[in-house]
């Protein structure tokens, strides 16, 4: 979509035929829903019918937080649609920006051109084998990101799996956004389409050959275990779907462009899904790519200097982000609730804490003189 918007043919190519769900927490930070306004999709999503999320509460050991991240843009109100519902919308926005959309067509190969990729190899709906050739193949086709493998894109960034996680919808479980942690658990609950709940629980990755054999045992006493509210709750409910879930959560950033190439979003840059960062993270990167590369594209010099500074920014902006996922995902609150009940009593930190997860603010901003002082009275 904002490729076209800048006056390139675009050739969008998605193996699924919408609208279909994919694995995926499917929450948007205030960054993101604040992106969807600035491009107009914004109303599109509510009026899917998906609830707004305006209040988070937080439980850990001995502490209770409720507020919610600052605004971004003055957009503080988030939302958390099924993919089968943000999904289409998206494509439905780069179609009306002139972008040509081709369902059921599944990427099999590169095409090269000596070292430089010059398009893609793909399978219609029908079957057939087709070829288009590009200036720039944007490889935005997840972990397993096959542009990645074609190119040999290796990881720069590499940590060890943290987590694993398994989730269902729940009808008749009111809740808001929800949290809940103790040690090697992790739970949320939140809001989405056709008055369902989420519901997500979390357990290190090293119980994950356990957890498969019996996952809807464990993922109910996890949830009895941590929150017995929120599973008396479940108990008056209903779940209606099945049981979703993963072990593969992989950690790292890899290498961002090469030759006619260049990855966005999980193919670039995964991590835990525990902060829910994955989406509000693609679109950050979808704007930085294409505001470097604006009127570069068919100048090969200046091209290649916009997306050094696209890889570049990645590190800039998510190695922080990246690193207090893994914190989360070490499911080891001992040290952050301690700190946590600390600021209990104090609003505008609470809610700045809630920030440092959404990306409304940063670390270093979190951690200011005011912090500090609460900290030491304490």
């Known amino acids: 979509m904002l490729f076209a918007q800048q006056g390139y043919r675009v050739l969008l190519l998605e193996k699924a035929r919408f609208p279909q769900d994919t694995l995926s927490s499917h929450y948007i930070h205030q960054p993101g829903i604040s992106l969807l306004g600035r491009w107009g999709l914004l109303d599109e999503l509510r009026a899917a019918g998906c609830p707004p999320i305006d209040r988070e509460s937080y439980e850990g050991p001995g502490v209770r937080l409720d507020g919610f991240s600052l ?76 542009v990645a493998r074609k190119v040999g894109a290796g990881n720069v960034v590499e940590h060890p799996r943290m987590s694993c996680v398994y989730y269902s919808y729940w009808a008749g479980v009111p809740a808001g956004f929800e949290v809940y942690e103790r040690p090697g658990r992790w739970m949320v609950a939140a809001p989405t389409n056709d008055d369902l709940t989420l519901i997500m629980t979390y357990f290190p990755q090293d119980e994950f050959s356990e957890v498969r054999k019996e996952v809807e045992p464990a993922y109910l006493e996890a949830v009895r275990s941590t929150s017995p509210e929120l599973y008396e709750r479940m108990s ?143």
Request: aromatic fraction near 8%.
């Open 71 to 146: 605004p971004v843009d003055g957009h503080r109100t988030t939302y958390a649609p099924r993919r089968f519902v943000l999904d289409p919308i998206l494509a439905a926005g780069a179609v009306a920006a002139g972008v040509e959309f081709r369902e059921s067509c599944a990427v099999t190969d590169l095409v090269f051109d000596d070292d430089r990729v010059v398009g893609v190899r793909y399978t219609t709906p029908g079957g057939a084998e087709a070829t288009d050739r590009a200036r720039l193949v944007v490889g935005a086709d997840g972990m397993r990101s096959l």
């Open 236 to 378: 008056a409910g209903e779940r209606v779907e099945q049981m979703y879930g993963t072990g593969h959560q992989e950690n790292y950033f890899r290498k961002a462009y090469g030759p006619g190439w260049v990855l966005l979003g999980d193919a670039v840059h995964h991590k835990d899904s525990i902060t829910a960062r994955g989406i509000t993270d693609a679109f950050i990167q979808a704007r930085s790519l294409t505001e470097h590369i604006g009127e570069r594209l068919h100048d090969p010099a200046a091209l290649d200097e916009a997306l050094k500074r696209y890889e570049e920014d990645l590190e800039d902006t998510f190695s922080d982000v990246y690193q207090g996922a893994l914190n989360v995902a070490e499911l080891k609150p001992e040290g952050r609730t301690e700190m946590l009940r600390k600021l209990v009593g104090h609003q505008e930190l609470i809610d700045r804490f809630f920030s440092t997860v959404s990306g409304a603010c940063s670390f270093d901003d979190f951690y200011n003189a005011e912090l500090l002082a609460v900290l030491d009275q304490n």
